[in-house]
């Protein structure tokens, strides 16, 4: 069993960072992937960015691409997601997940393991 615990999440005023961490209990063999997923509410959880953690390849959606980077810490086994440049729609819950080799990166039903959540406010 995987677990996951995300933090840093906080308010912040639009313009504004954070940086979120997602602390993993242990890493198992079959975590291919990790994950950043946002839900606001009334709407569906979205994937934002994720990381392929054998390699340190990072993907993005273009809605954060230039204001977000997902990056890892092998040692720690924790993996961030420093966030710039933040706007009032990236107002949501954010969660990091980890899944195996097969499936979309953007699918949350690809994910086996999945976080708690973060919340992030940013005020205009």
């Known amino acids: 069993q995987v677990q996951l615990v995300e933090s840093g999440g906080g308010s912040v005023r639009a313009g504004g960072s954070l940086t979120l961490s997602c602390a993993t209990s242990r890493v198992a063999d079959s975590t291919y992937y990790m994950g950043w997923f946002r839900q606001a509410p009334g709407k569906e959880r979205e994937g934002v960015a994720a990381?392929?953690?054998?390699?340190?390849?990072?993907y993005y959606v273009d809605s954060v691409k230039g204001r977000f980077t997902v990056s890892q810490d092998k040692a720690k086994n924790t993996i961030y997601l420093q966030m710039n440049g933040l706007k009032p729609e990236d107002t949501a819950m954010y969660y990091c997940a980890a899944k195996g080799p097969s499936g979309s990166i953007w699918n949350r039903s690809s994910y086996r393991y999945w976080g708690p959540g973060t919340q992030v406010t940013v005020s205009s």
């Open positions: 990381i392929y953690t054998r390699a340190d390849i990072t």
